[in-house]
């Protein structure tokens, strides 16, 4: 089952793949999320981190995959490229 998640993880292209009582969450390869040349930018990498929590939280207290909540703070720091 493929579940959608919030409308900015649409723009990215990611989405929630349900395997049983396994989610995994995914984000196919797209121009537009380029950081440098041959390397995922940044903050889609952030992002796709963030949207994991959010799925993983969510399976943990029962809830959807695409279950609304935001996450207070969180910071990340890249110290090699992606």
Not at 6 to 21: C, F, K, M, P, Q
Not at 51 to 66: D, H, R, S, T, V
């Amino acid at each position: 089952m493929t579940a959608a998640m919030t409308n900015y993880a649409s723009t990215l292209g990611a989405e929630i793949v349900e395997t049983g009582d396994r989610r995994t969450v995914r984000m196919p390869y797209r121009e537009h999320l380029l950081g440098r040349i041959g390397f995922l930018h940044g903050g889609a990498i952030a992002s796709l981190l963030s949207l994991a929590c959010k799925a993983e939280l969510a399976q943990a207290l029962g809830g959807p995959a695409g279950a609304s909540m935001n996450c207070v703070s969180a910071n990340y720091e890249f110290v090699r490229g992606g």
